[in-house]
């Protein structure tokens, strides 16, 4: 695809610097070897940009998206960015929200977004609208469980014990057949009752309810493409540039519906993709649906950048063996002086210690960072893990997940988009992001509580009814302020609901919540939906809010705080997908299960002398825990359990000394009650 | 990219069955009577794309259709629009918004839906909330307001003060026009805060743009010799005005201020748009055309707008001539982009017959009653080879059938001209009724009717206006040869079928009579009729035969006298006698003829009455033939003198039975005029 842009001059470069607020040298010949004024400058090309943890590189391509969007020619074409997450977006609009070239760069005709976003948007609604289905519901999750409820009593339970899975009932291709159905051992026949039956609620769901399922989106869109062969150029032509960013995340689906569209055959799209491979990380554990179309990065395409501004050399030494692309990093962040370049610390636990780690951890926080209690609240501490949820008879492997090493731990409330379970569950999370957004300066404390709550009211309403069906929009309360306006009981029971949760930021007691908060959350959903939830349905349950009264501890949002000496360090816990892309000052490595222990299968790597040949498994191990340890900028340690480094019982000597000359400056055995022992 | 369809419910007149226009690539006109809905239908288009002068339009109370009593109140006001054959920059700048056939090869097409719904009052005003979606039936997401700008029309609105438009003022059009033309921007702009004057030369000034030249010249006279002095004076009394310790001083300068784009709109705004060699001020006209041009080069100058021209009323304050030309110049622009991606869309609203006249029928929309009927090909009962026919005859005497409430199609001068004065005498005035004649000239009769007919009545509904077709039947009585043709044998008769076989019929060919004779008649009738169309087929030979014949001869004498008058006048007799003395001569001729007749009906055994109506009509087709024309006009002032004369004369018991018939069908509009009320404010 020709692109007549203007040539990126030094003035852009100067000007987009300062519209950001970067160092004058944020972009300079010096930075990278000039990669990264190179990439700026570069128009029209096709890039392939592997970037390091820390690297700026959302930086750089917002910075990159600002100078073109400010000498944008085109009013109906534009460029199109991508993506897995919103991170890029919601850069776009904290920095550039305000200015022209911001609103230019997030509205028509430019797209920003997702990747499942864009397809939905420019080709599967689309198709689906023109065929005359209705659009209810796009959400896997809810579109199998609909499904299997439809199905007759008889088939769910004959299916439930041939170990059929839910998510069987989809459609495979644009005549909505359901295609094989592995049925116990065998494939269900596709003439038998079942079959029928469960093809049946597939058709219904679709046609009749409009409720789909993610992956059927992309079978609506290589189905509009099939079946309209210049859809293509229209796109190209729409989206001469295309930005693809966290590449290594895509998944095969993803991965080939993009090249397919931007890029197979003539007249392809300029693009360019931003990327670690380092990194790829998923959330289906023990599948690697990795992309192969279009592998990342293209070597002819290829521009590196290794440099982090995040973190220092002895964080890129340790990090750097990890890297599967055999990435050399170069810690080029703030420097700190040798006292925290040598503290990065390996802790060992055994079964009886696990949940004392934190306490250990905190206790070596307030020991590294003498900073005043008001700095320090500052400062990001945090544990993560590669397991974050509890699973039944994990206790056998402990320690397995995030839990063991504190109890309280939610993984509901933990995502950085929650989908609470319960209605209280998201009254927690709005008070929780209220307050975040209140400390941040960045929004209206109740507006974030009153729309999460609303979310959860609405959410209810549509499981209960697939008729409620209200559009996604931006105003939820107004809303359902707007749905209630003709039911003035109603009305005035959701302003006194959400005065109560939202505004005065109550919690009800579990009394309250059954004899009072209950019975008006399920007359506001009766009246939305015209269906009345039962009183025990699940969303309904009540939850303690704990931790309030534990001074310590402080479930309700994942952390927990240690005391010492006067001071407090607050460490926030989460899963290692939950902070990708994030920075913290300090960040503790916890040790958790799948098929084995993680950082006791990848020890060598973490004390510098790698395997010469990596499994498979051990590729997903690395690039996990590769994510998870370019996180800190001053700190990073890790909790192991004791046995790794045990050789008949007793530790062995020269495993720590290998760690020690590795850059692991400190190791400490930790008992029971958070006390080390430094080796 | 055209705009190919517009469907709009609830909105002032158009009530919930909501009215379809289907509109053309290209040119389209909306013709129609006051009040058929044509202003509505352009306000209609400005609210669901917007206009290029960013004129804010918003929806009002009475936008909302207003239900009838006891029916309760109106709902919701829908616009939507569908575009089609979309070029490839269309469909992918409107990608997201796209609505895909589903067979193999369907082009993709894009609907837009605007509502507005009533939310009842915030502030004691009502409130209206509107929405603009794309998708069918609306269900695609919000059009984006970037996107929307490219679709904004580009409107001439109607009875425009094109004076004020075109002179200077504060966002006068010619500034916006001239701003939004590509480089106005170009060259360099002059700092007035720091260049010095003494050494800017004239290369300089070369360099300098638009603004430049502005800002330069502000400069100029606020340094001229004579503002400073101005200057001075005001600072020495100001310095006698003040305090100890004050320090106020003055300044003068050219009221100018603010960003580079507000100071250049400004200075645009200074200039008025006059046509060159005009000796004085110019009329109206002018300034229509003028302004007209003015828009044009808007349209032609963007690239990626939908180039869509909303024209009402071209034809105010101009003359014929210049309507045809510009309809012509309008035409050719749509004509000069071929296939082209942006070829323009231009839709105008007229009640000229001249422009309807000059607008190929292919192109024109009729409102009507609430409905919307398209003339196009296809869409009519006209086959593809009548709209050429249509294309050279329906000339601007006849474009009025576009505007009637009526219209009476008939062959020819005699009927053009008695139609009208025989309905005013039995008080069914067509010029109160609406009702338009179309006299054919003796070609297409059926043709004019056809326009009205659709293809497709149960989509399209059925037109109200009603369509008389007059014709004669053009069968002579069994006399009817001797008297008119000289025959004196039967055996003179050419053979009805065959080599030199005769076009004139006699009832005796038909047989038996009754059944023969109507189904002859039902076949001419069936040429033309149906939904609104009426065909009226005279009962027994023409016009003058019927007349002469019909109810006893009633009429024989008023139309021989008619005859014998034009015949005299056309032939210079007696030209030195009065009208009254020709008049009585002509009576007296009258009754000698009927004396023959009757001599002659005995004497053959023919009926009188068919003798003697065959020897008046002989007066117009044998010998000294008189002039049908000027014997009709001969025979309305008789008639006329009658009605005046006599209050017990009964016009409607002596005409033949069809043109009674005819006359009351096209009176009897089924859309009558609306009724004037006048309330108290």
């Known amino acids: 695809m020709e692109v007549n842009l203007p040539k990126i001059t030094d003035d852009d470069i100067a000007w987009v610097v300062s519209i950001l607020g970067l160092p004058d040298d944020a972009f300079s010949t010096e930075k990278d070897g000039g990669a990264r004024e190179r990439i700026l400058k570069s128009v029209g090309e096709t890039l392939d940009v592997s970037a390091c943890p820390g690297s700026g590189k959302t930086t750089l391509l917002v910075a990159k998206l600002a100078i073109l969007a400010r000498n944008w020619p ?32 997030l509205s028509y005709p430019h797209y920003i977004g997702t990747i499942h976003g864009f397809v939905n948007e420019f080709l599967a609604l689309p198709w689906l609208r023109s065929k005359g289905f209705p659009i209810k519901v796009i959400d896997s999750e809810i579109a199998y469980s609909w499904r299997w409820d439809k199905l007759y009593p008889w088939t769910r339970e004959n299916a439930e014990k041939a170990r059929v899975s839910k998510s069987v009932i989809k459609a495979t291709n644009s005549q909505l057949s359901i295609g094989q159905v592995p049925w116990g051992k065998g494939v269900l026949g596709i003439e038998t009752k079942p079959y029928l039956n469960m093809s049946n609620s597939c058709r219904e769901s679709i046609q009749k309810f409009g409720i789909h399922t993610h992956d059927e989106m992309f079978m609506w869109a290589n189905d509009l493409i099939d079946c309209s062969s210049t859809i293509k150029q229209h796109l190209r032509d729409r989206f001469p540039l295309v930005f693809l960013d966290e590449v290594q995340d895509n998944s095969e689906a993803q991965s080939s519906i993009l090249h397919r569209i931007f890029m197979e055959g003539d007249g392809a799209s300029c693009r360019m993709r931003f990327g670690d491979s380092d990194q790829a990380i998923f959330d289906h554990a023990g ?27 002895s964080i890129a030494h340790l990090a750097s063996p990890l890297s599967i692309g055999k990435m050399s990093l170069a810690g080029q962040g703030p420097k700190f002086g040798e006292s925290k370049d040598t503290a990065h610390a390996i802790f060992l636990v055994d079964e009886a210690s696990t949940g004392a780690v934190l306490k250990a951890y905190g206790q070596y926080l307030l020991s590294v960072f003498d900073e005043e209690q008001a700095l320090l609240d500052q400062l990001t501490f945090t544990a993560v893990g590669g397991v974050h949820r509890d699973k039944e008879g994990a206790e056998k492997y402990r320690p397995h997940n995030v839990s063991h ?24 999370a709005g008070h929780r992001s209220g307050g975040q957004f209140a400390l941040e300066g960045t929004g209206g404390e109740s507006f974030t509580a009153v729309e999460r709550i609303a979310i959860g009211i609405i959410n209810f309403s549509k499981e209960m009814s697939p008729q409620f069906n209200p559009r996604p929009r931006k105003r939820n309360h107004r809303f359902i302020l707007e749905s209630l306006k003709d039911d003035s009981a109603n009305y005035e029971k959701y302003l006194k609901l959400v005065s109560y949760f939202a505004v005065d930021r109550k919690f009800p007691s579990e009394a309250d919540w059954s004899t009072t908060w209950r019975g008006i959350l399920i007359d506001i959903v009766t009246s939305l939906s015209s269906i009345t939830p039962r009183n025990d349905h699940a969303f309904l349950h009540y939850q303690q809010q704990a931790g309030l009264a534990e001074n310590h501890k402080n479930t309700q949002s994942n952390t927990q705080v240690v005391e010492g000496g006067g001071r407090k360090a607050t460490i926030r816990l989460g899963s290692i997908h939950s902070v990708k892309g994030e920075t913290h000052t300090a960040t503790l490595v916890l040790d958790t299960y799948n098929i084995s222990h993680h950082l006791k299968m990848i020890f060598p790597w973490i004390k510098g002398k790698p395997k010469k040949t990596v499994s498979d498994s051990d590729e997903k191990r690395l690039k996990l825990h590769y994510v998870a340890m370019t996180r800190p900028s001053h700190l990073l340690c890790l909790a192991i359990k004791k046995s790794t480094l045990e050789k008949d019982g007793t530790i062995n000597k020269k495993a720590i000394d290998e760690l020690k000359s590795h850059g692991w400056g400190k190791v400490a055995v930790v008992d029971k009650a958070g006390n080390c022992e430094w080796l | 990219m055209y705009l190919a369809e517009l469907t709009i419910t609830n909105f002032r007149s158009f ?15 909306l013709v129609g009577e006051n009040d058929s809905g044509k202003s509505a239908v352009i306000d209609a288009l400005r609210f669901l794309l917007g206009t290029t002068d960013q004129e804010w339009l918003r929806f009002s109370d009475d936008d909302f259709h207003k239900a009838p009593a006891g029916v309760s109140e109106s709902s919701d006001i829908t616009i939507s629009g569908t575009f089609k054959k979309l070029a490839i920059g269309d469909k992918s700048g409107f990608a997201e918004y796209l609505t895909y056939g589903l067979r193999q090869g369907d082009e993709p097409v894009l609907h837009l839906t605007l509502t507005a719904k009533r939310m009842g009052t915030r502030a004691g005003r009502p409130y209206i909330a509107t929405s603009l979606r794309s998708g069918k039936n609306g269900e695609g997401p919000n059009l984006d307001h970037n996107c929307r700008l490219l679709l904004a029309a580009t409107y001439l609105r109607p009875l425009r003060d094109a004076e004020r438009e075109l002179s200077s003022g504060r966002n006068s059009r010619l500034s916006m026009v001239l701003n939004s033309l590509g480089g106005v921007e170009v060259g360099d702009l002059f700092d007035a805060a720091s260049a010095d004057l003494s ?17 330069f010249f502000n400069k100029l006279i606020e340094s001229h010799s004579h503002i400073k002095k101005g200057k001075l004076k005001v600072n020495s009394h100001l310095e006698g005005l003040q305090l100890h310790g004050d320090s106020l001083t003055s300044s003068i300068s050219v009221s100018q201020n603010g960003s580079d784009s507000q100071r250049l709109r400004q200075l645009l705004e200074k200039l008025t748009l006059n046509l060159n060699n005009a000796p004085g001020r110019m009329g109206l006209g002018s300034n229509n055309i003028l302004f007209i041009a003015c828009e044009l080069i808007l349209q032609a100058d963007d690239q990626d707008n939908f180039p869509l021209l909303l024209i009402e009323e071209p034809e105010a304050h101009v003359h014929a001539q210049r309507q045809l030309r510009l309809i012509q110049y309008l035409q050719k622009i749509v004509d000069s982009r071929g296939d082209k991606a942006n070829k323009p869309q231009i839709i105008i609203t007229t009640h000229s017959p001249n422009l309807a006249s000059e607008i190929d029928l292919n192109n024109l929309v009729i409102l009507r009653s609430g409905k919307a009927f398209s003339t196009a090909d296809g869409e009519t009962e006209l086959e593809s080879n009548d709209y050429k026919f249509l294309a050279r005859f329906l000339d601007v005497t006849k474009a009025n059938l576009f505007f009637a409430r009526g219209v009476m199609i008939v062959e020819g001068d005699a009927e053009n001209i008695l139609m009208p004065t025989l309905a005013k005498c039995i008080r069914k005035d067509f010029t109160e009724h609406g009702v338009s004649m179309v006299n054919v000239g003796g070609v297409g009769l059926r043709r004019y009717a056809k326009i009205f007919m659709r293809n497709n009545p149960d989509q399209d509904g059925i037109q109200s206006t009603p369509v008389a077709c007059v014709t004669d039947l053009d069968v002579m009585p069994n006399c009817g040869p001797y008297i008119v043709k000289n025959m004196v044998d039967e055996s003179d008769w050419p053979p009805t079928e065959g080599k030199g076989a005769r076009k004139w019929r006699v009832k005796r060919d038909f047989e038996p009579k009754d059944k023969e004779l109507n189904k002859y008649k039902e076949n001419i009738i069936s040429k033309a009729n149906g939904q609104c169309v009426k065909s009226f087929v005279a009962d027994e030979w023409t016009l003058e035969f019927d007349l002469a014949f019909a109810n006893d001869n009633a009429l024989a004498e008023e139309v021989y006298v008619a005859a014998q008058l034009a015949i005299w006048d056309e032939n210079d007799n007696f030209s030195e006698k009065t009208l009254e003395e020709k008049f009585e001569k002509a009576k007296m001729s009258y009754v000698a003829i009927t004396e023959e007749a009757r001599i002659l009906a005995e004497d053959k055994n023919w009926s009188t009455n068919e003798v003697l109506a065959c020897k008046v009509y002989a007066m117009y087709v044998t010998g000294t033939k008189a002039s049908k024309s000027i014997a ?26 069809y043109l009674v018939d005819a006359i009351d069908f096209v009176t009897s509009s089924l859309n009558p005029a609306p009724e004037g009320e006048i309330r108290g404010s």
């Open chain 1, 74 to 105: 085109y009013r109906r074409k534009g460029m199109c960015v991508l993506s897995h997450t919103n991170v890029a977006k919601e850069e776009i609009e904290k920095r550039l929200g305000g200015t022209e070239v911001g609103q230019a760069l």
């Open chain 1, 287 to 313: 599948k690697v649906n990795r992309a192969k179309t279009d592998k990342f990065p293209l070597d002819e395409a290829k521009y590196d950048l290794p440099n982090s501004h995040r973190f220092g050399q």
């Open chain 1, 405 to 428: 090493y504190c109890a309280e731990y939610d993984p509901d409330i933990t995502n950085k988009d929650p989908k609470p379970k319960t209605f209280l569950q998201y009254v927690k």
């Open chain 2, 15 to 29: 009530g919930p069955d909501g009215i379809t226009v289907k509109l053309r690539e290209g040119l389209t006109a």
């Open chain 2, 199 to 215: 050494s800017f030369g004239a290369d300089d000034i070369k360099k300098l743009g638009l603004l430049g030249l502005g800002d």
């Open chain 2, 632 to 657: 009709a006009q001969y025979l309305c002032g008789i008639i006329l003198d009658k009605v005046k004369s006599d209050k017990c004369y009964d016009l409607r018991a002596k005409l033949p039975g």
